[in-house]
């Protein structure tokens, strides 16, 4: 008999640790998600219940409480719990009906069956198994970063030419265009000067000591916040390793999201944010495995633009960013590689002539030949560009390889230039990225099975970080699983979807995440 549920994934844990098995199911929430996502509403059960029947839910602080006087939901009065629990099951129930004849009708379905549905037995045994991470390493880690902190502190009010709260943004754009008079300086609705990244970043690259350093001192204070301080307060105390909540619905483009803590933040191309990969250490008898995609969102590009040159480079194996070097720039060597690198990502995210310039350091009427000679060299890339923004003001959507739509409308037809812009660039990286994730899911929901057959179920697949997957693999028996896991993620698009281009995964272990990577 088909199940019923909403967040799902969250009851699949309970029934599990219980040793019952659930099936079959369906989630309303992952049908609200694969109808829906990037519409006005949340595909939470209160919202998608005000939005679809204009009911008001009771809400779970009104039985609860909030703050010092908040009791557990065991404490709650029969009669009150009964009443909630029961709204909850028959809200579910109506949602189905409403969403189960859309799924059919708006191709909801295959994207829902081939990619969502399957993931939820699989998040939730990656939430049970939890990751170790070294108590003792983050303390050491958060003590050298405060030292830091510290040190930056005294560097930035230097600088500064006096102390001021560094973390107040009112102050910091007081100091940086009053008292310091730099030029340039935009103010916001409210009144103050913007010191965003971008704001400092720019600055920062024109020579002001105190952007730089600020920009430094911000890192470090999120890094010992959010990864050095919480993950030591978030070690299970039964099972000794930290559980992460993954989410289904947490990026509109269909990407999996996770939080408390949220690992899919953690700054990898930085040292600082590489010390907090090599806190995630492997059990005892174990390594940790890392596979990645390697430039997935490239290789899709390659394939839904039908670019001639990138198809055969990745079949090739060549270097695309030399490639790309040698066809802008005429040469190849550090200097051009690097710049065709940011120019092959940021194409990809519908960048404007002047964040091309400001990512790149150049003028913006640089930045508007380089995007044009890309163009140029690259005729499928800009027909992609074209025919998606077409598709998406007259549909109102996007659509991945797979089917997963990501609506935009109304903001895609605003009449205000930078509302209507913000949607137009995130309209062309929808397909690419959305694809990505649809392909890593695949690979997800085929991995323990294919493990299982190939005698490897000690091998345990522990997290999901962007193109990533982490596994805990038993000792000696890393080639064997390497080999597994390459395979199923080499072949996730099969067989509903043939690509142009090849999917690489590069695979690495040792004892800890930064080893593995």
Same mark, same amino acid.
């Given at each position: 008999?088909?199940?019923?549920?909403?967040?799902?994934?969250?009851?699949?844990?309970?029934?599990?640790?219980?040793?019952?098995?659930?099936?079959?199911?369906?989630?309303?929430?992952?049908?609200?998600?694969?109808?829906?996502?990037?519409?006005?509403?949340?595909?939470?059960?209160?919202?998608?219940?005000?939005?679809?029947?204009?009911?008001?839910?009771?809400?779970?602080?009104?039985?609860?409480?909030?703050?010092?006087?908040?009791?557990?939901?065991?404490?709650?009065?029969?009669?009150?719990?009964?009443?909630?629990?029961?709204?909850?099951?028959?809200?579910?129930?109506?949602?189905?009906?409403?969403?189960?004849?859309?799924?059919?009708?708006?191709?909801?379905?295959?994207?829902?069956?081939?990619?969502?549905?399957?993931?939820?037995?699989?998040?939730?045994?990656?939430?049970?198994?939890?990751?170790?991470?070294?108590?003792?390493?983050?303390?050491?880690?958060?003590?050298?970063?405060?030292?830091?902190?510290?040190?930056?502190?005294?560097?930035?009010?230097?600088?500064?030419?006096?102390?001021?709260?560094?973390?107040?943004?009112?102050? /910091? $754009?007081?100091?940086?265009?009053?008292?310091?008079?730099?030029?340039? *300086?935009?103010?916001?609705? %409210?009144?103050? !000067? &913007?010191?965003?990244?971008?704001?400092?970043?720019?600055?920062?690259?024109?020579?002001?000591?105190?952007?730089?350093?600020?920009?430094?001192?911000?890192?470090?204070?999120?890094?010992?916040?959010?990864?050095?301080?919480?993950?030591?307060?978030?070690?299970?105390?039964?099972?000794?390793?930290?559980?992460?909540?993954?989410?289904?619905?947490?990026?509109?483009?269909?990407?999996?999201?996770?939080?408390?803590?949220?690992?899919?933040?953690?700054?990898?191309?930085?040292? /600082? $944010?590489?010390?907090?990969?090599?806190?995630?250490?492997?059990?005892? *008898?174990?390594?940790?495995? %890392?596979?990645? !995609? &390697?430039?997935?969102?490239?290789?899709?590009?390659?394939?839904?633009?039908?670019?001639?040159?990138?198809?055969?480079?990745?079949?090739?194996?060549?270097?695309?960013?030399?490639?790309?070097?040698?066809?802008?720039?005429?040469?190849?060597?550090?200097?051009?590689?690097?710049?065709?690198?940011?120019?092959?990502?940021?194409?990809?995210?519908?960048?404007?002539?002047?964040?091309?310039?400001?990512?790149?350091?150049?003028?913006?009427?640089?930045?508007?030949?380089?995007?044009?000679?890309?163009?140029?060299?690259?005729?499928?890339?800009?027909?992609?560009?074209?025919?998606?923004?077409?598709?998406?003001?007259?549909?109102?959507?996007?659509?991945?390889?797979?089917?997963?739509?990501?609506?935009?409308?109304?903001?895609?037809?605003?009449?205000?230039?930078?509302?209507?812009?913000?949607?137009?660039?995130?309209?062309?990286?929808?397909?690419?990225?959305?694809?990505?994730?649809?392909?890593?899911?695949?690979?997800?929901?085929?991995?323990?099975?294919?493990?299982?057959?190939?005698?490897?179920?000690?091998?345990?697949?522990?997290?999901?970080?962007?193109?990533?997957?982490?596994?805990?693999?038993?000792?000696?028996?890393?080639?064997?699983?390497?080999?597994?896991?390459?395979?199923?993620?080499?072949?996730?698009?099969?067989?509903?979807?043939?690509?142009?281009?090849?999917?690489?995964?590069?695979?690495?272990?040792?004892?800890?995440?930064?080893?593995?990577?």
């Amino acid at each position: 008999m088909l199940k019923i549920g909403h967040n799902l994934k969250y009851d699949w844990v309970m029934f599990d640790k219980a040793g019952i098995d659930v099936a079959p199911y369906d989630d309303t929430m992952l049908m609200s998600f694969d109808l829906d996502a990037g519409r006005s509403f949340g595909h939470n059960l209160t919202d998608l219940a005000k939005s679809q029947f204009e009911h008001d839910c009771i809400s779970f602080k009104s039985l609860c409480g909030t703050g010092a006087k908040q009791i557990t939901f065991d404490k709650v009065p029969l009669k009150e719990a009964t009443e909630y629990a029961g709204e909850d099951a028959d809200i579910a129930l109506r949602l189905w009906q409403r969403f189960k004849p859309r799924m059919t009708t708006e191709h909801a379905e295959r994207v829902y069956k081939r990619v969502d549905q399957p993931l939820i037995p699989v998040i939730g045994r990656m939430e049970r198994r939890g990751v170790k991470v070294d108590r003792e390493y983050l303390a050491g880690l958060s003590k050298t970063f405060s030292e830091e902190i510290t040190k930056l502190e005294g560097n930035i009010y230097e600088a500064a030419q006096g102390p001021f709260t560094i973390g107040s943004p009112q102050q /910091l $754009g007081d100091v940086l265009y009053q008292r310091l008079g730099l030029k340039g *300086g935009r103010k916001g609705k %409210s009144g103050h !000067y &913007s010191t965003d990244v971008n704001e400092l970043e720019r600055l920062a690259s024109e020579g002001v000591d105190v952007a730089r350093l600020v920009l430094d001192w911000r890192q470090l204070t999120k890094l010992r916040s959010t990864y050095t301080d919480a993950l030591q307060a978030q070690i299970n105390p039964e099972t000794g390793r930290v559980h992460t909540s993954f989410s289904l619905t947490g990026a509109q483009t269909g990407r999996l999201s996770s939080n408390d803590p949220n690992l899919q933040n953690i700054p990898i191309r930085t040292e /600082l $944010g590489r010390k907090i990969r090599d806190a995630f250490v492997a059990e005892p *008898g174990y390594v940790l495995m %890392s596979a990645d !995609y &390697s430039q997935i969102e490239l290789r899709i590009a390659a394939h839904m633009a039908d670019v001639p040159q990138l198809k055969e480079a990745f079949k090739n194996r060549d270097d695309i960013h030399n490639i790309t070097a040698e066809e802008l720039f005429g040469t190849v060597d550090r200097d051009t590689r690097g710049k065709a690198k940011t120019v092959n990502f940021a194409i990809l995210y519908g960048v404007s002539a002047w964040g091309l310039a400001s990512r790149m350091g150049v003028s913006r009427e640089e930045g508007s030949a380089i995007i044009a000679r890309y163009f140029e060299r690259f005729p499928g890339i800009r027909a992609y560009m074209d025919d998606t923004l077409n598709f998406v003001r007259q549909n109102g959507y996007t659509k991945t390889l797979f089917g997963r739509k990501t609506h935009f409308y109304p903001n895609i037809r605003s009449p205000n230039p930078s509302i209507r812009g913000g949607a137009e660039r995130a309209a062309i990286n929808a397909p690419i990225q959305g694809t990505s994730a649809d392909l890593i899911k695949r690979a997800m929901a085929r991995m323990d099975g294919a493990l299982a057959e190939a005698g490897l179920d000690g091998v345990r697949m522990l997290l999901q970080v962007h193109d990533e997957l982490v596994f805990e693999v038993p000792d000696g028996r890393e080639e064997e699983a390497a080999a597994v896991v390459r395979r199923v993620m080499e072949t996730a698009a099969e067989p509903a979807l043939k690509l142009d281009v090849p999917l690489d995964v590069e695979i690495g272990w040792g004892e800890h995440w930064g080893a593995a990577h």
